[in-house]
């Protein structure tokens, strides 16, 4: 399924007062099921009641889903038909059978229809170093240096203090 499907059918009982069309995700335990369109009884005193309804399915991820088409009757009764197993495939390609192979006369005749020539046109090429990358050995010496710098700004620091601590008693 692509794009907008048609959804059709009939419900048929008496007192039907309206329904739902939704849809969940194929294969889950306790599906959560998403709202597609209300079904109207139709206007005229009868046991049956047609619907159309138009379901964009192009902004649904692809992948397998159910269909529950919900009926709703004056005596509180519910009933739904599921449809498992839909197939939505917007983004991704369709799944085509493969044909099988004619056998003529109990031998396959075998003749290639193509050749597949490979063209190397852009041959890839290393890229050029990121400048901003440091290296292991530009790293440790940044280490080693910045320790050195703390260390003699703690000295520095402390030979600053205790002069002035000397030179106020």
Do not use: C
């Not at 047609?50 to 889903?65: A, E, K, L, M, P």
């Not at 009926?71 to 059978?97: C, D, G, W």
């Amino acid at each position: 399924m692509q794009g907008i499907e048609l959804i059709e059918g009939k419900i048929r009982g008496e007192g039907f007062q309206g329904g739902k069309i939704s849809f969940s995700y194929s294969n889950i335990q306790d599906p959560t099921w998403f709202f597609i369109a209300d079904i109207e009884p139709d206007t005229m005193e009868s046991s049956q009641s047609s619907f159309v309804v138009n379901w964009d399915t192009s902004q649904i991820t692809d992948g397998d889903y159910n269909l529950r088409v919900v009926a709703e009757y004056q005596n509180t009764a519910t009933i739904f038909e599921l449809i498992p197993n839909l197939r939505i495939r917007n983004h991704s390609p369709v799944e085509t059978s493969t044909p099988v192979p004619v056998i003529e006369n109990g031998s396959p005749e075998i003749s290639p229809t193509s050749t597949i020539e490979l063209f190397l046109e852009n041959t890839p090429t290393a890229l050029a170093l990121n400048p901003v990358v440091i290296k292991s050995d530009g790293l440790s010496r940044t280490l080693i240096g910045s320790g050195i710098f703390v260390v003699l700004a703690f000295f520095t620091g402390g030979l600053y203090w205790l002069i002035k601590y000397r030179s106020d008693n």
